[in-house]
Nanobody
Framework: QVQLVESGGGSVHAGGSLRLSCVDS????????MSWWRQVPGKERELVAR????????YVADSVKGRFAMSRDVARKTVYLEMTALKSEDTGTYYC???????????WGKGALVTVSG
């Protein structure tokens, strides 16, 4: 059973940094693409960054380009979202996503809240 668990959210002042982690248990980690999404209340969930199954970052949203970067540690079955130069508009709940390469089943984590003040 696939389970995605995010951590690393919190409150930070504008200009600060945070690193989100997502541990993927129960899936063939290096076979599946993974991505980070975020959602602000009242708005649709938006894609922030994406890694291919091979670990290549193929997408970063224009709004975070140059400030956010996604990476992974295969041994730890963990993906990261390194967030720097945070802005108040980065506030939201960040979700980890993966899709099984064989069944096409999509899995979501429960989310990590990021609050940027100032």
């Amino acid at each position: 059973q696939v389970q995605l668990v995010e951590s690393g959210g919190g409150s930070v002042h504008a200009g600060g940094s945070l690193r989100l982690s997502c541990v993927d248990s129960g899936s063939p980690f290096a076979s599946n693409p993974m991505s980070w999404w975020r959602q602000v209340p009242g708005k649709e969930r938006e894609l922030v960054a994406r890694l291919t199954a091979g670990g290549v970052q193929t997408y970063v949203a224009d709004s975070v380009k140059g400030r956010f970067a996604m990476s992974r540690d295969v041994a730890r079955k963990t993906v990261y979202l390194e967030m720097t130069a945070l802005k108040s508009e980065d506030t939201g709940t960040y979700y980890c996503w993966t899709q099984d390469a064989y069944s096409a089943t999509v899995h979501w984590g429960k989310g990590a809240l990021v609050t940027v003040s100032g």
